[in-house]
T-cell receptor, first 115, second 113 residues
Framework: DAGVIQSPRHEVTEMGQEVTLRCKPI?????LFWYRQTMMRGLELLIY????????DSGMPEDRFSAKMPNASFSTLKIQPSEPRDSAVYFC?????????????FGNGTRLTVT | AQSVTQLGSHVSVSEGALVLLRCNYSSSVPPYLFWYVQYPNQGLQLLLK??????LVKGINGFEAEFKKSETSFHLTKPSAHMSDAAEYFCAVKPPARNQFYFGTGTSLTVIP
């Protein structure tokens, strides 16, 4: 089991540029979550998917943020255009069931710096 | 509404001393409970979880936590701190009938040699 795989690990970009973060969940997991972590706001849920369908995107900060899950093994989080305040660590996590006691399994995150 | 409170954003203990990290939750029904650890530049890693059954749960790295329904608490303990325990610790709850996790704000543990 390779765990949740995120790429890239680090991303440095200039304000106004498009940024795409990628996630491969654990095989067989049917829920996928995107989180953002900053010193000021801690861990924030951005969006989550069940069976590739977005269920709750109320945490997506603005229309500049979008997320897709075209299949069970891949998801993207896109920021267009990026702003310095988007600088954070973005985590993807997956879990096995839609209800019940299955824990979240986190990737190692993507550290985004927008200058 | 669910909420998770971790008392003490920073905790320092001496090497070999008891570690106690506090977590209280508010929930109308007993939720599933989790503790995660985050080392620098890494993702969150599951330490242990409580679902049903025995209220004292043992996890990895010698940690354990006790679910106390009457106190709505799930405190994390370790009898003897090791330098490698220095990390950020997060408590999380999940309502049984919802696919939503609620995280505390985290406690940074420092171990003093």
């Amino acid at each position: 089991d390779a765990g949740v795989i995120q790429s890239p690990r680090h991303e440095v970009t200039e304000m106004g540029q498009e940024v795409t973060l990628r996630c491969k969940p654990i095989s067989g997991h049917n829920s996928l979550f995107w989180y953002r972590q900053t010193m000021m706001r801690g861990l924030e849920l951005l969006i989550y998917f069940n069976n590739n369908v977005p269920i709750d995107d109320s945490g997506m900060p603005e229309d500049r943020f979008s997320a897709k899950m075209p299949n069970a093994s891949f998801s993207t989080l896109k920021i267009q255009p990026s702003e310095p305040r988007d600088s954070a660590v973005y985590f993807c996590a997956s879990s096995l069931t839609t209800t019940g006691n299955s824990p979240l399994h986190f990737g190692n995150g993507t550290r985004l710096t927008v200058t | 509404a669910q909420s998770v409170t971790q008392l003490g954003s920073h905790v320092s203990v001496s090497e070999g001393a008891l570690v106690l990290l506090r977590c209280n939750y508010s929930s109308s029904v007993p939720p599933y409970l989790f503790w995660y650890v985050q080392y620098p530049n890494q993702g969150l890693q599951l330490l242990l979880k409580y679902t049903t059954g025995a209220t004292l749960v043992k996890g990895i790295n010698g940690f354990e936590a006790e679910f106390k329904k009457s106190e709505t608490s799930f405190h994390l303990t370790k009898p003897s701190a090791h330098m490698s325990d220095a990390a950020e610790y997060f408590c999380a709850v999940k309502p049984p009938a919802r696919n939503q996790f609620y995280f505390g704000t985290g406690t940074s543990l420092t171990v003093i040699p």
